[in-house]
């Protein structure tokens, strides 16, 4: 490919799926509105860290059930049906959370949120890799990405704009929600046939490359404590609502920004020494945050921390690619997601658990826990093996509460409707 030809080639794949992208921009806001909401109103209504943590935890556990049914919920009545049902869930949970201010309600809501917008993430992603070709997948995958990024930003930020114990953000993220089934349903852009993807289990992911999938395990760990703990952090060392929100967003913000550096470092020298310097980095500021060093450079400690801990987990699914065969990669990603999910899922409570028993720093005590974790397993596996030499590229990928289980990789050729 001509690099001067790239730009032009890319818009026009873009242009040709517009719907699907202008759908989650509108879909990552409203997720990143609610989990950053949930938590700022929880603390307003009166529940405990410990509270927040277990309702929270419902997403996750949520989107481990939707990351198996959706594949089936597709291949039965196809993309557009099944992307326009779980949308309608999601907006209707995002409005049941203003008519009951009860944990075993919120804990509901947050259990249909996480079945729901994982698989529309699925839809998503198996959509656009069905109309994907391998000149076209790269530029496409990276598109999407910076595409969730910005809306969960966007949405993080629209937490701190109203008062969160109001009904306004509530409506909002439900109509955002709504919004984003119209372009997909008035496009005239055809959905592919469904091809299901075939599995592999997260034990035989480890045997294969045990970075990949401890590391990916880690990491959705130490990322559920961010966003969930970030925010009552803030409000516990005295921020208004509006920089609390603003905190999870100035570190999601340093970790896109991290993302291109960290994997074009990646694909030069030794991807687990890459990982490993920056868990290194990112435990070190996670332990001043929790000995209370950084209270008075709050947006500084986010910013950093987001910066070492978002990027490891695409050089993680990138080291892991760097030791699959080609068949082996489309069931790899998904199990890699299914990782992420079970060490959110841990995350979700321990880093809520940490706040109410070590105090306000305690999500950052976790996160130094998980990141020393992680560059422990670079270190060990640095020293028990050879880095392959044709390495891939390692591609961004946003993590905001719970991925897909999607397959789309540069590399991994699919049917074309």
Not at 268 to 292: E, K, N, Y
Request: aromatic fraction near 8%; include cysteine.
């Amino acid at each position: 490919m001509i690099l001067r030809e790239y730009p032009g080639f890319m818009f026009r794949s873009i242009a040709q799926n517009w719907a699907l992208f202008v759908g989650m921009l509108m879909l990552m806001m409203a997720n990143g509105l609610l989990v950053t909401l949930l938590s700022v109103r929880g603390v307003a209504i009166g529940m405990s860290a410990g509270t927040i943590g277990v309702m929270q935890a419902g997403y996750p556990l949520g989107a481990l059930l939707g990351c198996f049914f959706a594949p089936r919920l597709i291949a039965r009545i196809g993309h557009v049906r099944a992307f326009a049902a779980l949308a309608s869930l999601c907006s209707i949970a995002a409005v049941v959370h203003l008519l009951s201010s009860e944990f075993q309600a919120w804990f509901a809501m947050r259990l249909l949120a996480g079945f729901c917008f994982p698989g529309l993430y699925v839809i998503s992603e198996s959509w656009l890799n069905a109309k994907a070709t391998n000149r076209s997948r790269a530029s496409l995958l990276s598109a999407y990405f910076v595409v969730q990024t910005a809306g969960a930003s966007l949405g993080q930020a629209m937490a701190g704009f109203d008062d969160p114990t109001g009904a306004l953000l509530f409506g909002v993220a439900s109509i955002l929600i709504s919004l984003s089934l119209l372009p997909v349903l008035l496009s005239g852009n055809p959905a592919p046939d469904y091809v299901p993807p075939s599995r592999m289990s997260v034990l035989r992911l480890a045997r294969i490359t045990p970075m990949g999938a401890f590391g990916a395990i880690l990491n959705g760990a130490a990322q559920a404590a961010l966003y969930i703990g970030m925010p009552l952090y803030g409000l516990a060392i005295g921020m208004p609502p509006a920089g609390a929100t603003l905190l999870v967003v100035s570190a999601t913000l340093a970790g896109a920004a991290a993302q291109f550096p960290a994997g074009w470092l990646s694909d030069r020298i030794d991807r687990r020494i890459v990982v490993g310097a920056l868990s290194t980095v990112c435990c070190i500021v996670a332990t001043a945050l929790m000995a209370g060093l950084l209270n008075a450079v709050p947006f500084a400690g986010a910013m950093l921390i987001g910066a070492t801990l978002l990027p490891v987990y695409s050089l993680c699914v990138a080291y892991a690619n760097d030791h699959l065969t080609a068949s082996q990669i489309v069931p790899a990603s998904g199990t890699l997601v299914l990782s992420l999910n079970i060490g959110i899922l841990a995350g979700t409570f321990a880093g809520p658990s940490a706040i109410g028993i070590f105090g306000p720093s305690g999500f950052a005590g976790f996160i130094a826990l998980t990141a020393a974790a992680t560059a422990g397993v670079a270190v060990f596996r640095s020293l028990r093996s050879v880095a392959p030499q044709d390495a891939g590229t390692a591609y961004p990928i946003a993590v905001h509460g719970v991925q897909t289980a999607g397959a789309m990789h540069p590399g991994a050729e699919t049917p074309q409707s």
